[in-house]
């Protein structure tokens, strides 16, 4: 905590970080006064109501969680980040399995990557419409619209995608002129909003009786708990030796020193858990199309399985975080590049040849980290979900749990990437 506050206290006696810091601040000012404008013609009070006394253990209210209550109140910017994050995860599943696209990524440099970028933007436009209008249809099946018509509905669409679309922008906005992911930035300020109400129904619960003091306490010695947990394990890393053999280069001798490959544990950071909660919202955002009010037994069943705090969605949320996982380590290392570039550079792991078997031996490492590393993001995950199901514990608790881990690991991520822009301040002063 001493060292997060001295960083911060550094940061802003610079100049150039300061003015990241109040650039990234008036973003989210922008970006909270959005989520407080309804769009028209939805009846707020009668969806808000239906939020709390329906919907708030399924995934939509883990879709609200993530989107700051803006999804319960209809407003601009509703849809929040997800249509992006979904975006994403398409295109990077394209990127490996297209191999013009591959090639684009990899060897179309900085060209490349913003023809990549525009057409995530694209596929994100996309997607917010499909899920703009699959809204649009759920509050009109419940009669939640104060106007119906063609033109109503093309309004609200319409207002919904380019909701989405300011707050991509918002987010690269942030990401190029601010501190931190963009993106991560935003869903942490959409959690940490909720705080308040948080506390507030949690002392009101209190004082009528439907929780106890010993409850609250438990609550939150298991929260301090989590966060230690997740700091921890963030800040762990395997480091693989690596040893430079001597070379005679004119008169002089290079070379012959000892270091370190690291590897973190947890190398993905949050975005299994943001991917994973995006793949699992789809089966809830599929029923938004369908009247379920007066549904039958099939029905009943797929919005049973949508509870957050069910074992169907527990599991599946579980092995979506393992699998994205893996895929983000896949994305972020390649085995036999490393062990190229080290064979090019005169090193070597010891016991172990250079080139195929050092690749061999740095990718059986990454999987045992990667194994341990998102057991651990799943077991945290879903921890909350079991323990909400005990009497007596908050519903919101299976919510709650995602969102901690999501808030400690994106604050990590930021205060790393505000250190290392403070590193950088300093080796530009020492250069010039």
């Known amino acids: 905590m001493a060292e997060t506050l001295q960083t911060l206290r550094g940061a802003w006696k610079a100049p150039e970080l300061r003015k990241k810091i109040l650039f990234t601040l008036f973003i989210l000012l922008i970006f909270r006064v959005g989520n407080a404008v309804p769009v028209p013609y939805v009846d707020v009070a009668a969806l808000n109501e239906y939020f709390r006394t329906t919907l708030s253990d399924t995934v939509l209210g883990l879709y609200n969680a993530m989107s700051g209550s803006a999804f319960s109140r209809a407003t601009v910017f ?48 996309a997607l917010a419409l499909l899920m703009g209008f699959a809204y649009y249809t759920m509050l009109r099946n419940y009669g939640m619209l104060t106007q119906r018509g063609f033109l109503t509905g093309l309004v609200i669409v319409l207002t919904f995608t380019a909701g989405s679309a300011f707050i991509m922008w918002l987010g690269e906005q942030i990401t190029e002129f601010g501190i931190g992911n963009g993106i991560s930035i935003i869903l942490f300020a959409s959690i940490i909003s909720r705080i308040p ?24 010695v298991l929260a301090l708990a989590l966060v230690v947990l997740i700091v921890f394990v963030n800040e762990a890393e395997r480091r693989i030796p690596i040893q430079y053999a001597k070379q005679m280069r004119g008169r002089k001798m290079y070379g012959g020193q000892s270091t370190f490959l690291p590897i973190k544990v947890n190398m993905s950071g949050v975005m299994p858990i943001i991917f994973a909660q995006s793949i699992a919202s789809l089966p809830a955002t599929i029923l938004t199309f369908v009247n379920t009010s007066n549904s039958g037994n099939v029905m009943k069943f797929f919005l049973k399985i949508t509870d957050t705090r069910g074992w169907v969605y527990a599991v599946v949320y579980f092995l979506l975080i393992i699998g994205f996982g893996y895929f983000y380590a896949a994305v972020q290392y390649n085995p036999i590049e490393i062990a190229n570039n080290l064979k090019k550079n005169g090193g070597f792991i010891p016991g172990f040849r250079a080139g195929r078997p050092t690749a ?8 045992k980290i990667v194994l341990f590393g998102s057991l651990y993001l799943g077991v945290i995950a879903i921890l909350p979900i079991i323990i909400s199901n005990f009497p007596g514990v908050p519903n919101t608790l299976a919510i709650g749990g995602t969102s901690v881990i999501i808030v400690v690991g994106v604050a ?21």
């Not at 599943?93 to 684009?104: D, Q, S, T």
């Not at 948080?198 to 929780?211: E, F, K, L, P």
Request: charged share 20%.
């Open 78 to 125: 509703a849809l929040s980040i997800t249509p992006y994050i979904n975006s994403s995860i398409i295109m990077q599943l394209l990127c490996i399995g297209i191999p013009a696209l591959e090639r684009l990524q990899k060897e179309g440099g900085e060209e490349g990557r913003k023809k990549i970028a525009s057409i995530t933007r694209y596929v994100t436009v």
């Open 197 to 220: 109400s948080a506390v507030s129904s949690a002392i009101t619960n209190v004082i009528g009786g439907g929780m106890s003091i010993v409850a609250v306490l438990i609550i939150l």
């Open 360 to 367: 061999e031996f740095i990718q059986k490492v990454i999987y």
């Open 412 to 432: 990590l991520e930021t205060m790393r990437a505000l250190e290392a822009q403070m590193m950088m301040r300093n080796y530009k002063g020492f250069l010039e």
